[in-house]
T-cell receptor, first 116, second 112 residues
Framework: GAVVSQHPSWVICKSGTSVKIECRSL??????MFWYRQFPKQSLMLMAT?????????EQGVEKDKFLINHASLTLSTLTVTSAHPEDSSFYIC????????????FGEGSWLTVV | RKEVEQDPGPFNVPEGATVAFNCTYS??????FFWYRQDCRKEPKLLMS???SGNEDGRFTAQLNRASQYISLLIRDSKLSDSATYLC?????????????FGGGTRLMVKP
């Protein structure tokens, strides 16, 4: 079946640095990718929706200049957390949907970000 | 009001028990509905889709009531391995395309 791979699984970075998280669809073309954030004991919150070749659509309250999303190809989307701060520490998960997957949305394994 | 609401629990039940989770959603234009399971520190995984006619998969039964905007999940003969957080998920069409909205999750702990 379709697989979405996310990398890295864990990352620790210093405050003020930037971190890039990759989301790849391995056996289908992901026309749409979604980025979520989940704080401990809370639900997944959608950050942004990106369609291949277009600018991402950000949810209200999500700073687009801080969370840079690139979806330049049908198999790769990246989320860059710029100038990370401890309050950005969270679980970031991507999901993807393609024309061949119908309405099914597949999730990546998630990335744990800790900013120290 | 949250778009998708669930009782956070936790539900502590003995093995073999039957447990039911409820969920309500506020957007009447929502198109499709799901239950996802999320284990600690892992990504959510699709458990089952939810239909008005009901959907049964082994020990799991899901039901949708569109008139009441209410979704349920019933787990029979609970196993230790059922311990997880169960997320009620609603798919709504927007200009940017379909999007999933997650409830806060209901935590289940099955004990020996």
């Amino acid at each position: 079946g379709a697989v979405v791979s996310q990398h890295p699984s864990w990352v620790i970075c210093k405050s003020g640095t930037s971190v890039k998280i990759e989301c790849r669809s391995l056996d289908f073309q992901a026309t749409t990718m979604f980025w979520y954030r989940q704080f401990p004991k809370q639900s997944l919150m959608l950050m942004a929706t990106s369609n291949e070749g277009s600018k991402a659509t950000y949810e209200q309250g999500v700073e687009k200049d801080k969370f840079l999303i690139n979806h330049a190809s049908l198999t790769l989307s990246t989320l860059t957390v710029t100038s990370a701060h401890p309050e950005d520490s969270s679980f970031y998960i991507c999901s993807a949907r393609g024309t061949s997957s119908g309405n099914t949305i597949y999730f990546g394994e998630g990335s744990w970000l800790t900013v120290v | 009001r949250k778009e998708v609401e669930q009782d956070p629990g936790p539900f502590n039940v003995p093995e073999g028990a039957t447990v039911a989770f409820n969920c309500t959603y506020s957007n009447s234009a929502s198109q499709s509905f799901f239950w996802y399971r999320q284990d600690c520190r892992k990504e959510p995984k699709l458990l089952m889709s939810v239909y008005s006619s009901g959907n049964e998969d082994g020990r799991f039964t899901a039901q949708l009531n569109r008139a009441s905007q209410y979704i349920s999940l019933l787990i029979r003969d609970s196993k230790l391995s059922d311990s997880a957080t169960y997320l009620c998920v609603v798919n709504t069409r927007r200009n940017a395309g379909n999007m999933l909205t997650f409830g806060g999750g209901t935590r289940l702990m099955v004990k020996p």
